[in-house]
Structure formats: structure tokens, C-alpha cells
């Protein structure tokens, strides 16, 4: 909070708690819905099935299904926040340039907005219904080419799981960027261009480095979108425990392996320090990014 | 600074009392019927005295909580409905698609709860590490079941059961008389395992079955590991989780499952067919107990009555499973003999993997399954 806002808001006595009621309930539900939870799996991490302590649970993590689930998570998120952020960054960037009433413009925020949101089960299935061995699109290009696009299954593995997953980062991307390009002011490439700047020198120096940090923060949205999604994976892919959390729902319910609850809250941590590590790399981005905007 | 002191102490005093607040309060423990029986330890029905007044005692309780029966599997849908209208009791079906260790957890987690789970139907290695929250309790026709399949006290029954079995859609793929052929290119990219075997049961049987037609047994599951490894090398293994919609679609021709569960996935398909692979028969049975802290005690009875009545088993059977009073009906001519003739056919003897080769091999699966498929 700067100081200039602390002068002008309201007077004194009114006091700090007095500021903070409104937010109770948002307080509230942040205790219940992460700080509590975060706290459960931190505990549990370190517990063994009889509730003593051990690092066991953290040791398993070094198991080979542990440490291919994390990298198979980390390819997958990675790859997908990036493709989704490119293309999402670009399509945001077409249908804001076609002006602020166009027709273009909303029909593709009114798509994306229900795109960004179709995953789970039912995109799985769709995709399954499309491209998988049966697909729509892959008999049709099987009789019209002779190509067979479904090859040897590669959308019930990794690389299908990206492909599925760009299907919702690319619209949620349009929602959350369209907004930061909105923001660029005319008058800010106008003041560019009557000081001589061409088109490459004013996108260069103005606007890329003022979209930098947005462009940064949602793809960050979209790296934990991805990583945390599970119920498409589940569908496309049950052998293996590809990604870390398959494997947590491994650990916590499987028929086979009894015992592995407290596994599961040790993967949990790992995915909860990816997430902190991710969001501190991008906190100093930003920093770095942004030092001339203060 | 001191905002962030307020906050971390609002936040601090929250946590306290939410903490506080899941502790809900244990509900009065009184299971006693209106005729003065403790029905949370009746052991059999003539302890209500007898059937007419156990159902009158479920029925002042009203309802019965059941979790992870899901409609389509072994007939459970009909099973429900049927009890529901015969006894005017209301059904209360939680997570149908959960699996066995969540029924457990549901339990611990709404212990003292009107939502805690009545019934358990389970899994074998899950069903025998808890039987410490199971009650005992010996049906009206515990004579007629085998004692290989019941705890000599009825802490737990087995239910329903089948063999593991390659179904498969005779109008895509050519006819499966053995596990080996699977490997062949006529089934590039179609045979899928009903889940994953570090996960799920049926899929574990599936290994235990490839093990045995390839020289190991159900504590040595290598050389079924290997079969699927090279059923991957070969392209032929599908990793996508087959369901109905997965085998009406055409998407996974083959499946390895239970056969009960395959043939109900498949029933809108007409081409479908079943085999049990001779070389490899593996058997498994579900696991049914009452929970110690069902919160309708009755009504946990009277659904145990109904299941392993005449009338009960033949609603499993209609739903491709074979009861566990099936042998014992078929000799006293109470099993519907059509159904009963329609099982996929079995020979050999079968295997029923014992608890400690389900772990060895469990152990063996979680540390090469991963490698095995990737």
C-alpha cells in the first residue's frame, strides 16, 4: 500500500481492524481452502501410516514412478503453458487490434470463455471421438490420404496429453492476456511514432517490455493450470502414472498397494515447492522486468 | 508491518477455530431397536427375532448408506432399486465410481456420522487389512456358502466373483483363443487393461493371468510384466482406461478384465465376446462386510440378508457375476439356469492369488510397471 493511498483513505479511527472486516471472509476461506490443507500435507508428508515420524515418504519420492511422474508433469506443464502463451498471446493480441466493438473480438472472449473451462472427462472423450483410433478425423484422412494419424497411440501418452491440454491453455490464455494488450494506450504508440520510432523500434521498446510482466504472470497461471489438471489425464491415461497427480491418486486409493496414503501427501509437498519455486522464479522476472515502470 | 501481524493473527485464530469446527460431535451411539436389540451387535437374524423383525428394525431406521457400487457393475443398479422397493428403504449410493480403499477412508472420515458408509463390498487385500472395522454377521444361508469363501465368525463374505478374461469385438479383431495371440499385428494398437495393476485389482489379475501363461505364477508376476512390455514394444497395448463408451465406440476392440464387468461394458455391443483363456484361469472374488460403525445397523443386516437370498445372488448373476452360492443353487434348482449356462465357459483350475503373493507381487509391480509400459 504507498503512502499517498494511506493518506487519503479513510480517517484513523476508524483503525487497522476496523479495514480488515470486509476481508474476514475472504480470510476465512483462504484458511480453510489452502492454509489448512497446505498445513495437512505438510504434516503428513512426515508421518508414517501409524501417525510417527519419518522421511520415508519424502525417500520415495527418488523412486523411479516418483521421479518420471514429476518429469513427465514438468514437460507437460511447461510445454503446454508455453504453447498456450505464444498462441494465446498472439490470438489475443489479432482480436484486440480489430477494435474494441468488433464482432471478432467478443465471439472469440465469448469462445475462449467456454473453452478455457470444457476439460475434464468430456474433453478427453471428444478427443478420443476425433483423432483416437476410431476418430472421426482420423478415418476421414485415413480414406481420403491414407495417413493414418493415429499412429501407435500417441494421444494416450504424453505428447497427446499437451496436444489435449493446448486445447484449453490457448483460450484461457485469450481471457486472462487480452485485458494487458487492452491497456496499451494509442497515444503511447502515437508519442512513439511522432518521435520517429518505426513499428519494430515501438513494439521493441514500449509495448513487449510493458506486456513482459502479464505475459509472464499468465503463463505462470497457466503452468499450474496444467500441472495441477487431472481428470483429462485420467481418462487418456491409466498405465503408468505418467504424471505426479495420477500417482497421488495411486498412493491414496489403490486396491494393490495399500498403505501409501502418506506417500501421497509427500508427492502433494513436491508439487506445493514446485509451485513456490515457480512463483519465486517469476516474482524476481517481474522485478527484473518491471524496474523501469517504478 | 502491523497489518501483516493482524493478519497472520486472524489467520492463526481461523485455522484454530476451523480446526475446532471438523471435529463434529459424536452422535448418540444408540443402536437399540424399539423390541430392546442392540442391532450394532446382532450376529444373526434370530437375534432380532427373527427375519420379520429385523426387517421391521430397518425399516424404522429407514435407510442404508452404500458406497462405490457403481449402477453397471455386477447388476448393482437393479440390486438397489429391487431392495429399495421391496423393503421401502431408501438408498443412499455414495461415490459409485470410487474405489475400495475410498470406502475405507469414507468410514474412518465420517466415523459417528449418518453419512459413514453402512456396507462395505471390497477388494481382497483391502477387505483383509481392515477387518478390525467390520462386524460379524452369518446370513440366513451361511450353510449353503463355501467356507474358503467366509470368515468362519462372518466378519466378512465373499460376494460375487469371476474369472479374468479377454473380451473382444469379433467384428474388428479376429477370434482370441489365447493370451499369446494378442501379440500378433492383427491387434495393433486395440488391447487395453482395465486400469493400472499398481492401482487396481482387476487390472492386478490381469498381470497374475499374463504371468501364468507365460511360466510364472501370482506371486511371480515377471514374466506377466514382460508379456506387457512387449504388447507395448509390438504397439498393440492401448494405455487409454477402457469403459462402455470406450468399447461401444470401437476404441479399445480388446480388453482384459473381469469377465462379469467386461461383458456388462460390452452389452450394446452384439459382436462382443468373452474367453477365459484356458492356460491362464485366475479367479477372483469382492469381499462384503458391515461397517462396525454403520450407522444403520439394520439396515446393513437386512441388505447382507437380501444379497445372499436366492434372489439376491441371482440379481449378480444377472449382471454377468457368478454368486457366491452359485454351485449350491444350481444343485437345488434355485439359479436361473439360463444365466447360469451363459457364463463364459471356464476350464482348469483356477487361481485365487493368496494375500501374501498379492503383496510380493504388488511390490514387484510398483517398482517395474512404470518402466515396463514407458
Known amino acids: 500500500m504507498s503512502s499517498a493511498q494511506q493518506q487519503s ?12 472486516l470486509p476481508l474476514v471472509p475472504f480470510l ?72 474494441p466493438d468488433s464482432l471478432l473480438k467478443r465471439l472469440t472472449l465469448a469462445i475462449s470463455g467456454v473453452l478455457a473451462q470444457f476439460g475434464g472427462v468430456i474433453l478427453a472423450f471428444a478427443w478420443i471421438a476425433t483423432i483416437g483410433i476410431q476418430g472421426v478425423v482420423t478415418l476421414a484422412l485415413q480414406h481420403i490420404t491414407g495417413f493414418n494419424l493415429y499412429g501407435n497411440g500417441w494421444l494416450f501418452s504424453i505428447p497427446g496429453l499437451i496436444v489435449v491440454y493446448t486445447y484449453f491453455q490457448i483460450p484461457l490464455m485469450v481471457i486472462v492476456f487480452a485485458p494487458a494488450i487492452e491497456g496499451l494506450r494509442v497515444q503511447w504508440r502515437e508519442a512513439a511514432v511522432s518521435l520517429g520510432a518505426t513499428r519494430w523500434q515501438y513494439w521493441r521498446h514500449v509495448a513487449v517490455p510493458l506486456l513482459t510482466p502479464a505475459f509472464l504472470g499468465c503463463a505462470l497461471l497457466l503452468f499450474a ?31 494393490v498397494l495399500l498403505g501409501g496414503a502418506n506417500v501421497g501427501f509427500a508427492l502433494a509437498l513436491e508439487m506445493i515447492l514446485v509451485v513456490a519455486v515457480v512463483m519465486g522464479a517469476y516474482s524476481l522476472l517481474v522485478r527484473r522486468t518491471s524496474r523501469w515502470l517504478q | 508491518m502491523s497489518i501483516r501481524k493482524t493478519l497472520a493473527a486472524i489467520t492463526t485464530a481461523t485455522m484454530l477455530t476451523s480446526l475446532a469446527a471438523c471435529a463434529a460431535p459424536e452422535k448418540a451411539n444408540d443402536t437399540t431397536t424399539e423390541s430392546g436389540v442392540d442391532a450394532a451387535t446382532a450376529t444373526n437374524a434370530e437375534k432380532f427375532g427373527g427375519m420379520d423383525e429385523l426387517v421391521k428394525a430397518a425399516q424404522a431406521e429407514g435407510q442404508l448408506n452404500v458406497i462405490a457400487l457403481p449402477p453397471d457393475w455386477a447388476n448393482y443398479g437393479e440390486i438397489i432399486s429391487t431392495f429399495e422397493d421391496k423393503y421401502d428403504i431408501k438408498i443412499n449410493s455414495a461415490q459409485p465410481d470410487g474405489a475400495s480403499q475410498d470406502e475405507i477412508n469414507a468410514a474412518k472420515q465420517n466415523k459417528g456420522k449418518d453419512t459413514a458408509p453402512d456396507v462395505f463390498d471390497l477388494g481382497q487385500s483391502v477387505a483383509l487389512a481392515n477387518t478390525a472395522t467390520f462386524a460379524p454377521y452369518q446370513v ?55 486400469g493400472d495393476p499398481t492401482q487396481a485389482g482387476a487390472a492386478f489379475s490381469g498381470v497374475v493371468m499374463a504371468a501364468i501363461a507365460n511360466g510364472g505364477s501370482a506371486g511371480d508376476v515377471a514374466a506377466g510384466v514382460d508379456f506387457f512390455a512387449k504388447l507395448k514394444k509390438a504397439n498393440n497395448f492401448l494405455t487409454v482406461d477402457p469403459n462402455s463408451t470406450t468399447i461401444e465406440q470401437g476404441t479399445t476392440p480388446v480388453v482384459i478384465d473381469w469377465d462379469y464387468l ?15 483363456p484356458s492356460e491362464a484361469v485366475v479367479a477372483g472374488y469382492y469381499y462384503q462386510a458391515i461397517s462396525a460403525d454403520a450407522p444403520h445397523p439394520a439396515a446393513a443386516r437386512l441388505w447382507q440378508e437380501f ?6 445372488q441371482n440379481l449378480w448373476l444377472a449382471g454377468g457375476a457368478r454368486p457366491v452360492r452359485g454351485d449350491a443353487m444350481a444343485e437345488a434348482g434355485t439359479i436361473d439356469a439360463e444365466l447360469w449356462g451363459a457364463l463364459p465357459e471356464v476350464t482348469g483350475t483356477p487361481v485365487i492369488p493368496t494375500n501374501e503373493e498379492t503383496e510380493k507381487a504388488g511390490e514387484y509391480l510398483a517398482k517395474n510397471w512404470s518402466k515396463a509400459i514407458s
Request: aromatic share 10%; proline share 4%.
Open chain 2, 262 to 276: 467386461g461383458a456388462a461394458a460390452a452389452k450394446n455391443v452384439d459382436t462382443w465376446k468373452t474367453v477365459v
Open chain 2, 307 to 312: 444379497l445372499y437370498s436366492d434372489e439376491g
Open chain 1, 28 to 99: 476465512l476461506f483462504v484458511a480453510i481452502f489452502l492454509i489448512v490443507p497446505v498445513v495437512t500435507v505438510a504434516v503428513g508428508a512426515f508421518r508414517d501410516a501409524d501417525g510417527a515420524f519419518t522421511t520415508d515418504n519424502l525417500g520415495a519420492l527418488t523412486d523411479y514412478a516418483a521421479v518420471k511422474a514429476l518429469r513427465g508433469s514438468l514437460v507437460l506443464a511447461g510445454s503446454t503453458a508455453l504453447i498456450g502463451a505464444v498462441f494465446g498471446a498472439l490470438l489475443a493480441w489479432l482480436i484486440v487490434s480489430a477494435g
Open chain 2, 140 to 194: 440366513k444361508t451361511w450353510d449353503s456358502i463355501p467356507d474358503a469363501y467366509k470368515e468362519a465368525d462372518g466378519l466378512w463374505v465373499n460376494d460375487y466373483g469371476g474369472y479374468m478374461a479377454i473380451g473382444y469385438d469379433s467384428a474388428k479383431v479376429p477370434d482370441v483363443t489365447s493370451l499369446a495371440d494378442l501379440l500378433k499385428p492383427a491387434y495393433k494398437g486395440s488391447v487395453a487393461l482395465n
Open chain 1, 9 to 20: 483513505g479513510r480517517p484513523a479511527r476508524v483503525g487497522r481492524v476496523g479495514r480488515l
Open chain 1, 225 to 255: 493450470n496444467a500441472f495441477a489438471a487431472y481428470a483429462t489425464a485420467a481418462v487418456l491415461v491409466s498405465q503408468g502414472q505418467p504424471i505426479v497427480p495420477l500417482l497421488i491418486r495411486q498412493a491414496i486409493t489403490s486396491e
